[in-house]
Structures are given as C-alpha cells and as structure tokens.
C-alpha cells in the first residue's frame, strides 16, 4: 500500500517489481530493504516520502514492534494503531492494507 499511495496501477506495479529486483529474492523483506541504500531505493522510483516510511516500516519489523503474525491477529483499531506508528503512514493506507490485502470486508 505504501509503494502505491497516490500512484497509478501500472507506475507502482513498475516501481514494486524494481523493488523486489534490488531485494534479490522476489520479495520485500524488512532486512533487505534496510540493507539497501537510500539512493538504491530512491533509484527504484520511491520519492523521499515513500522511502522514509518504508525505511521506517521495515525497522518496526525487524526491531519486532510489528510482525506478519500480528498483522492477521489484531482487531481493526489496534492494527490501526500499530501501523499509523510507522512514519508516513495514515488512516487511508491503513484501510487500503485492511481491504486488499487483509481481506477484511467491513473497515471502518
């Protein structure tokens, strides 16, 4: 959802694909990412916004503060919570996680 905040379909399907190439392995994992540099991401086609919540996202993981486990277990607003900690991230992408990728019928 962060990749895709005020982006067209194909420009973040674009800039999501560069990202997941300078990962590696096909995937966005919170060390990787921290791994790489600023102009690498930067590179990739994240404008400074976008990098530094997605630096900041991947520290909140890998410092254990979120998880994949506690993205599927947490009700609606401690989930909301937990990731409007994360710099750069609001209300809208929130629900956007929540709906798409989540699944969850019925946010708020």
Known sequence: AVVG??????????????????????????????????????????SGAKYNCLVDLSRHFVEGRLSEECMHSLDDAQLTRAL??????????????????LKRPNVP
């Open 84 to 101: 409007t900690a994360v710099k750069g991230i609001g209300q809208w992408t929130v629900h956007m996680f929540m709906m798409f990728t």
């Open 5 to 46: 905040q005020q982006l067209c379909g194909a420009a973040a399907r674009t800039i999501f694909d560069r990202l997941e190439v300078l990962c590696g392995d096909g995937s966005l994992c919170p060390e990787r990412v921290l791994q790489l540099t600023e102009a690498e991401l930067r590179g990739a086609g994240l």
